[in-house]
């Protein structure tokens, strides 16, 4: 992972000189697995992140916002008893684990002062934060329990001793020079980037294989030189932040050249967490949520995908329509050859230019008369089907695009925006109604919130989450000389730029969100279609969110995640101020 060991000294660096001697004001419980605290330091407000969640698990310094439950947890309401008021007077990372102790002086009830320890353990689905009373040197609480039955070398419970995991018997590289690291490798038994990882503490795979590629399969000193650049950076506190862009992101606090040359760099620590990881807690968070209503989802579409191949079956059969009619005409003008009871008649096809011989198979139970009347019903049957199971092919056609639009936006929502969707699919009679409880007052509806963002040179841009926002964006919302954007020919978000004379950067700009809010954001040069909003209108009838519009002319951009970091945060930004 690459949160290990460096990343680990390098973030508890930074917070040293910017939270330490800090005060803590507020303390909230976002999820199960998070906590921010408001500490205030060298006369500003900082916002710290701690996250014991099984995959996002860090600490840092953030910018995000949260939303925080109307009744605080438990464990929230012990950390504000003990640790609101109080100072952080160190901030210390476990040699060079990731362990970091924030020790913090407050005072009890009776004003004595006392010393408490917030621990973070960043380590995986085992990670956790503990409250140690140091004068009592007991755990207070934790994110996370661990009884006995479950671990009986570590037991992680109220009133229980703090005891760090158990050593893995690795050397830091705080200790460790590059020469006491070659004696302790085996360079004929290969693979030694596995090697330096079994030996060095706090290394990742990610950094053991940057040394190795340094070293470019080099002898002993190209691993003590690749090495030891490596060990004085961390010795020096040498960080350069950035996160290399590639099809699996990885953040680190170092240039990795064994890795994609596209990056993003940052000129904190901080930063470049809180980019890398700024919603990907919160989609895990709704793609749990939101499970069953994806599968949901999914099936819907794949029903009507089965209908369509079952529908162009019964097409296939309609295409011989003609040849009933044609039969049956023959039949007709040949009725004096027919005898009760034949079950075949051999005619001229007049229809065929080589006056050809053609054999009617009938039936020998009806009438010539009979028969040639089953041929014509046979063939307005099915010249019938085919024209209803051209319609039930369009609509469930229809039906598909729909399902791929809510599928697409389910799969970028956030949690405010996965109740909209299931209250539309109430709406379309797709699922079951809330039961009304009679005497209970109904909440008041709340107004659809598209999303705003805030371009460089300072204009409002809305983004419409799922079809509710979307019909809201574009036809209340937005005035009809303003700027309407979306991806062409796929599901994906409205765009609205509240202006009627846009910069080329901001035209950019929004055509980046429409194209990152649509099922091509993995994808490059993606064709986004723009026009103002009195272009833009629904077809009667028409689904959800479905629109028809003109007068379009089309960008081509290529989606990254950075610019929705940078302009979200410009608008979140701009609110605070206002």
Same mark, same amino acid.
């Given at each position: 992972?690459?949160?290990?060991?460096?990343?680990?000294?390098?973030?508890?660096?930074?917070? !040293?000189?910017?939270?330490?001697?800090?005060?803590?004001?507020?303390?909230?419980?976002?999820?199960?697995?998070?906590?921010?605290?408001?500490?205030?330091?060298?006369?500003?407000?900082?916002? &710290? &992140?701690?996250?014991?969640?099984?995959?996002?698990?860090?600490?840092?310094?953030?910018?995000?916002?949260?939303?925080?439950?109307?009744? $605080?947890?438990?464990?929230?309401?012990?950390?504000?008893?003990?640790?609101?008021?109080?100072?952080?007077?160190?901030?210390? @990372?476990?040699?060079?684990?990731?362990?970091?102790?924030?020790?913090?002086?407050?005072?009890?009830?009776?004003?004595?002062?006392?010393?408490? =320890?917030?621990?973070?353990?960043?380590?995986?689905?085992?990670?956790?934060?503990?409250?140690?009373?140091?004068? @009592?040197?007991?755990?207070?609480?934790?994110?996370?329990?661990?009884?006995?039955?479950?671990?009986?070398?570590?037991?992680?419970?109220?009133?229980?001793?703090?005891?760090?995991? $158990?050593?893995?018997?690795?050397?830091?590289?705080?200790?460790? !020079?590059?020469?006491?690291?070659?004696?302790?490798?085996?360079?004929?038994?290969?693979?030694?980037?596995?090697?330096?990882?079994?030996?060095? +503490?706090?290394?990742?795979?990610?950094?053991?294989? %940057?040394?190795?590629?340094?070293?470019?399969?080099?002898?002993?000193?190209?691993?003590?030189?690749?090495?030891?650049?490596?060990?004085?950076?961390?010795?020096?506190?040498?960080?350069?932040?950035?996160?290399?862009?590639?099809?699996?992101?990885?953040?680190?606090?170092?240039?990795?050249?064994?890795?994609?040359?596209?990056?993003?760099? #940052?000129?904190?620590?901080?930063? +470049?967490?809180?980019?890398? #990881?700024?919603?990907?807690?919160?989609?895990?968070?709704?793609?749990?949520?939101?499970?069953? &209503?994806?599968?949901?989802?999914?099936?819907?579409?794949?029903?009507?995908?089965?209908?369509?191949?079952?529908?162009?079956?019964?097409?296939?059969?309609?295409?011989?329509?003609?040849?009933?009619?044609?039969?049956?005409?023959?039949?007709?003008?040949?009725? *004096?050859?027919?005898?009760?009871?034949?079950?075949?008649?051999?005619?001229?096809?007049?229809?065929?230019?080589?006056?050809?011989?053609?054999?009617?198979?009938?039936?020998?139970?009806?009438?010539?008369? !009979?028969?040639?009347?089953? #041929?014509?019903?046979?063939?307005?049957?099915?010249?019938?089907? /085919?024209?209803?199971?051209?319609?039930?092919?369009? /609509?469930?056609?229809? %039906?598909?695009? #729909?399902?791929?639009?809510?599928?697409?936006?389910?799969?970028?929502?956030?949690?405010?925006?996965?109740? %909209?969707?299931?209250?539309?699919?109430?709406?379309?009679?797709?699922?079951?109604?809330?039961?009304?409880? *009679?005497?209970?007052?109904?909440?008041?509806?709340?107004?659809?919130?598209?999303?705003?963002?805030?371009?460089?040179?300072?204009?409002?841009?809305?983004?419409?989450?799922?079809?509710?926002?979307?019909?809201?964006?574009?036809?209340?919302?937005?005035?009809?000389?303003?700027?309407?954007?979306?991806?062409?020919?796929?599901?994906?978000?409205?765009?609205?730029?509240?202006?009627?004379?846009?910069?080329?950067?901001?035209?950019?700009?929004?055509?980046?969100?429409?194209?990152?809010?649509?099922?091509?954001?993995?994808?490059?040069?993606?064709?986004?279609?723009? =026009?103002?909003?009195?272009?833009?209108?629904?077809?009667?009838?028409?689904?959800?969110?479905?629109?028809?519009?003109?007068?379009?002319?089309?960008?081509?951009? =290529?989606? !990254?995640?950075?610019?929705?970091? %940078?302009?979200?945060?410009?608008?979140?930004?701009?609110?605070?101020?206002?």
């Amino acid at each position: 992972m690459s949160f290990d060991g460096i990343v680990t000294r390098a973030i508890t660096h930074e917070l !040293e000189e910017t939270i330490q001697s800090g005060r803590i004001m507020k303390i909230y419980q976002p999820t199960d697995t998070e906590l921010v605290f408001t500490v205030r330091a060298q006369r500003k407000n900082h916002s &710290l &992140l701690l996250s014991a969640h099984p995959s996002y698990a860090r600490f840092h310094l953030t910018k995000d916002d949260y939303n925080n439950p109307k009744e $605080p947890p438990m464990l929230c309401m012990l950390l504000r008893k003990h640790l609101v008021g109080g100072f952080i007077e160190s901030i210390e @990372q476990v040699s060079m684990e990731r362990i970091v102790k924030f020790q913090v002086r407050t005072r009890n009830e009776v004003g004595d002062e006392t010393l408490k =320890t917030l621990i973070i353990e960043v380590m995986g689905k085992h990670s956790n934060i503990l409250l140690v009373d140091e004068d @009592q040197g007991h755990i207070l609480d934790s994110i996370k329990h661990l009884p006995p039955s479950q671990n009986r070398h570590r037991t992680i419970m109220p009133g229980q001793p703090y005891k760090l995991p $158990p050593e893995q018997g690795k050397i830091s590289p705080l200790d460790l !020079e590059p020469e006491a690291l070659l004696r302790k490798l085996d360079f004929n038994a290969g693979k030694i980037d596995q090697q330096i990882l079994r030996t060095v +503490m706090g290394f990742s795979p990610m950094i053991t294989k %940057e040394i190795a590629h340094q070293a470019k399969l080099g002898g002993r000193r190209a691993y003590a030189d690749a090495y030891g650049d490596v060990r004085e950076r961390i010795l020096n506190h040498d960080y350069e932040p950035r996160v290399h862009l590639a099809e699996r992101e990885q953040f680190y606090v170092f240039p990795l050249h064994s890795f994609s040359e596209k990056v993003e760099t #940052y000129d904190t620590v901080s930063g +470049m967490l809180d980019g890398y #990881y700024s919603g990907k807690a919160e989609r895990d968070r709704v793609k749990q949520q939101a499970g069953d &209503l994806y599968r949901f989802l999914k099936n819907e579409r794949d029903k009507n995908k089965r209908k369509i191949k079952k529908h162009e079956q019964t097409l296939k059969r309609s295409e011989s329509a003609e040849e009933y009619q044609r039969l049956g005409e023959l039949l007709t003008a040949h009725m *004096h050859m027919v005898q009760n009871g034949d079950s075949e008649v051999t005619v001229v096809d007049y229809y065929d230019p080589d006056q050809s011989e053609l054999t009617i198979e009938l039936n020998p139970n009806k009438s010539p008369s !009979e028969n040639a009347q089953n #041929y014509f019903q046979t063939y307005q049957k099915l010249k019938k089907s /085919k024209q209803v199971v051209q319609q039930e092919v369009k /609509k469930a056609e229809e %039906e598909i695009q #729909y399902f791929e639009r809510l599928i697409q936006q389910v799969e970028t929502a956030r949690e405010q925006d996965i109740e %909209e969707i299931r209250d539309e699919l109430r709406e379309q009679g797709y699922m079951k109604k809330k039961p009304s409880y *009679h005497g209970k007052k109904k909440n008041k509806p709340q107004k659809p919130a598209p999303e705003s963002f805030l371009s460089s040179d300072g204009t409002l841009i809305y983004v419409g989450r799922n079809n509710k926002q979307n019909e809201y964006l574009t036809n209340r919302m937005a005035n009809k000389s303003d700027i309407w954007l979306h991806a062409k020919d796929i599901p994906g978000s409205h765009v609205v730029i509240r202006n009627d004379d846009p910069s080329e950067d901001t035209l950019l700009e929004a055509a980046q969100l429409a194209a990152n809010f649509s099922k091509s954001s993995q994808s490059s040069s993606v064709p986004v279609d723009y =026009t103002q909003i009195k272009h833009v209108k629904k077809p009667s009838g028409a689904k959800p969110g479905f629109v028809t519009y003109d007068h379009q002319q089309t960008l081509f951009v =290529t989606p !990254e995640a950075s610019f929705v970091r %940078e302009l979200r945060r410009a608008a979140k930004e701009k609110s605070k101020e206002s």
